[in-house]
C-alpha cells in the first residue's frame, strides 16, 4: 500500500526536539538561529503556526468591524474561522482552476468600499500567478497577505515582493515539517515591530506540550509505514468504517475547543530549535525528487484528466490533485491498486457572505466536490508511479474522471455549490461598485507608506 502522505520528517528531528525540550536554552538566541537560517532576518518573525501568525497579524491590524477580507476561495477551514473572530467578513474569490488563482474579475467583483486586506493562497505546493491581483489589490489599497504554508520548498521563494505579509508553514504535514512553527516574512518595518511587540505579550507554548506533539507524530509515521497501513486499511474497509476520514480527523493541528487558547501561543523553545535545525539542515534533494515524480505523472495524466493547478509556477507538487466525476470510485480503484488516495477533507471554500450571495464561488466548489489527491512524495518509485497513472487512466476510460481541460462550466457547478452550503439565491444587487473615497480610510496605515507605492 502506497499510503496518502509521508510526513517530511525524520526520527533524528523527533529526537532533536525531545533532546532540546529537557535543556535550558536561551530562548532570543534560538530566535535569532530561526531568523539567520531565512535568508531575510529582518522582518521574518517565527510564530507557532500560520494560524498562530494570521491571527495575531489580524489582532494588530485591529481593522474596523464589518470589514472585508477577500480571500482566495479555496483554503483551510481555521483561516476563515480566525477573520470572523476578529469581527471581519470574508469575501471568497472564485479562482482559475488551472492555477488556482483569484480570477481578476473575481477580484473587481468583490471589491467594495469595506474592503481592507486580500489573502492570496498558493495551493498544491506551486505558485500561483499573482502579479495581476496584487496589481489590483494595490489600485485599491488593500493589504496583501500571502498564505504560502503549502509552497515552501526551500530559501529562493520568499514570498511576493509586493505582498506585506508573506506566511510559511512547517506544519505535521508540510515539506521540510518541525511539526509546527510558522515564519511570518513581513516587509514594513513599523507593521514588524507591531506584530513583534504583540506576540511578545502571548505566552509561551509549554515544552510539555510540543513534546507530546513529537511524540504523537513519532507514533503516526511509524503507523504510516506501508505495511501497518496495509493491514489498518484492511481492518476498516472490512468493518465498513472510512478509512479516510479517520486518518484525517487525526491529524488536526489544535483539536478540541480551546482552539484560541492554544493557538495565541509563542512557539517552545524546543520549537524553534528543532525549526533552525530543519531549515538549515533539510535535504532539499527530496523536493527535486517529488517535483521530477510530479511532473511525470502530471505529463501522463494531463491528457485524460482534469489536473487543478496543472500550470501553477514552480510546481513541487506537496500534493497531487485530479478532478472526478465519480471521487469514490476512483478512490477505491486506486484502493484495490494498493494506492491510498483521499478526497481530503482539510480544505474548503469560503462561503459568501449572506449579503452578497452572487460571490459564491462555484468553481471552488466543483474542485471541492470532485477532488481527489493522488499518493505523492520522494520515495515513490517509478513503477508505482506508472501502475498509479495507469489505474487513472482506466477510470478516465469508464468515465469517472473529469476530462481536461477545465474551463467556465458556471452551469455544473451550480449544483455542486448547493451540494455544500445549502441554497442560495443569486440576486446580483448588491454587487459594490467599488467606492474610492472609502479607501480612503483604511485602518492599515502601513499601506501606501512605502516608497513607491
Ligand atoms: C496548512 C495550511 C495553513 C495552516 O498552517 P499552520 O501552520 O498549520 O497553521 C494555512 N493555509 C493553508 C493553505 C494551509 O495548507
Not at 526551500?154 to 515582493?161: A, D, E, I
Not at 459594490?432 to 480610510?441: E, R, Y
Request: glycine share 8%; hydrophobic share 40%.
Amino acid at each position: 500500500m502506497w499510503v496518502r502522505k509521508r510526513l517530511d520528517f525524520g526520527y533524528s528531528d523527533v529526537l532533536y526536539g525531545v533532546a532540546a525540550s529537557y535543556r535550558r536554552l536561551d530562548r532570543a538566541r534560538l530566535v535569532c538561529q530561526v531568523k539567520q537560517s531565512w535568508p531575510t532576518a529582518a522582518g521574518c518573525l517565527p510564530c507557532l503556526s500560520v494560524r498562530s501568525g494570521f491571527d495575531l497579524l489580524l489582532q494588530v491590524l485591529d481593522l474596523p468591524q464589518g470589514s472585508e477580507v477577500l480571500m482566495s476561495a479555496v483554503t483551510i477551514h481555521d483561516m476563515v474561522r480566525i477573520v470572523h473572530e476578529h469581527g471581519l467578513t470574508p469575501v471568497p474569490l472564485d479562482v482559475d482552476l488551472n492555477t488556482m488563482t483569484p480570477l481578476p474579475e473575481a477580484v473587481e467583483r468583490a471589491i467594495s468600499p469595506r474592503s481592507r486586506a486580500i489573502v492570496l493562497a498558493h495551493l498544491f505546493g506551486g505558485r500561483a500567478p499573482i502579479d495581476p491581483i496584487i496589481e489590483i489589490a494595490r489600485q485599491h489599497r488593500l493589504l496583501v497577505i500571502e498564505d504560502c504554508a503549502q509552497a515552501f520548498a526551500g530559501l529562493q521563494y520568499q514570498g511576493h515582493p509586493l505582498a506585506e505579509v508573506s506566511m510559511l508553514s512547517f506544519g505535521p504535514i508540510k515539506t521540510a515539517t518541525a511539526l509546527g512553527g510558522a515564519l511570518l516574512h513581513v516587509r514594513d518595518a513599523v507593521l514588524f515591530q507591531r506584530l513583534q511587540d504583540a506576540h511578545q505579550a502571548w505566552p509561551v507554548q509549554p515544552e510539555g506540550q510540543f513534546r507530546r506533539r513529537l511524540l504523537k507524530y513519532a507514533v503516526l509515521k511509524f503507523l504510516s509505514a506501508r505495511i501497518i497501513v496495509r493491514s489498518v486499511v484492511g481492518v476498516y474497509r472490512a468493518v465498513g468504517r472510512d478509512y479516510d476520514r479517520m486518518i484525517n480527523g487525526s491529524v488536526r493541528g489544535f483539536p478540541g475547543p480551546d482552539f484560541w487558547r492554544r493557538i495565541r501561543r509563542q512557539p517552545a523553545d524546543s520549537l524553534l530549535g528543532l525549526l533552525a535545525r530543519r531549515l538549515q539542515t533539510y535535504d532539499f534533494g527530496r523536493v527535486q525528487r517529488r517535483t521530477r515524480t510530479g511532473e511525470f505523472l502530471r505529463q501522463q495524466l494531463a491528457p485524460v484528466v482534469a489536473l487543478p493547478g496543472k500550470d501553477c509556477l514552480g510546481r513541487t507538487h506537496w500534493v497531487f490533485p485530479v478532478m472526478a466525476e465519480a471521487p469514490h470510485r476512483l478512490v477505491d480503484a486506486l484502493l484495490d491498486g494498493g494506492f491510498d488516495a483521499t478526497q481530503g477533507q482539510s480544505l474548503c471554500v469560503v462561503p459568501a457572505p449572506t449579503d452578497r450571495p452572487q460571490m459564491r464561488a462555484l468553481r471552488a466548489a466543483e474542485f471541492l466536490a470532485k477532488v481527489v489527491f493522488l499518493p505523492i512524495y520522494p520515495e515513490l518509485p517509478q513503477p508505482a508511479v506508472e501502475r498509479m497513472a495507469a489505474i487513472v487512466q482506466s477510470q478516465a476510460r469508464l468515465g469517472d474522471v473529469l476530462s481536461p481541460p477545465l474551463e467556465q462550466r458556471a452551469e455544473t457547478t451550480e449544483k455542486d455549490y448547493a451540494a455544500h452550503h445549502g441554497r442560495t439565491d443569486g440576486s446580483d444587487e448588491h454587487r459594490g461598485a467599488a467606492d474610492v473615497q472609502g479607501f480612503a480610510q483604511i485602518g492599515v496605515h502601513f499601506v501606501g507608506e512605502r516608497p513607491g507605492h
